[in-house]
């Protein structure tokens, strides 16, 4: 008796139909709508290879606080810019804008 095990076969197959369904989906759908608001940004410095992005802009009106210590943010080149943000309260950049420090972003469009 021969013994047909096709898993070896059938779940490969399986988790590539899977991954086209899902594909198809967000590309229908547009992505995956979390209900989340990024944090405020402005863009402060745009070139062809990058845009500089300060986020939480400090409020320039007489009597507020000044911002804080700067710390820039570089992502790698493979990630996109938006890993820093990815909750206003529990990204990096919310997070460090709580903490009293001025966050800037260097986004090289990927």
Known sequence: ?????????TKPLERLVATAQNGYEVAR????????????????ESTPMY?????????SR?????AGPPVLMVHP???SANMW???????????LHAAGLDTWVIDYGS
Do not use: C, H
Request: charge should be negative; proline fraction near 13%; glycine fraction near 14%.
């Open 62 to 66: 007489p009597g507020r606080p000044p």
């Open 29 to 44: 759908w547009g992505g995956l709508e979390t209900g989340v608001v990024p944090s405020p940004f402005q863009i402060f």
């Open 85 to 95: 943000d990815v909750t206003k309260e529990d990204g990096a950049v919310g997070i």
């Open 51 to 59: 845009k500089l992005r300060r986020y939480f802009p400090p409020d």
């Open 77 to 79: 080149m493979m990630m």
């Open 1 to 9: 008796m021969v013994d047909l095990n096709l898993s070896g076969l």
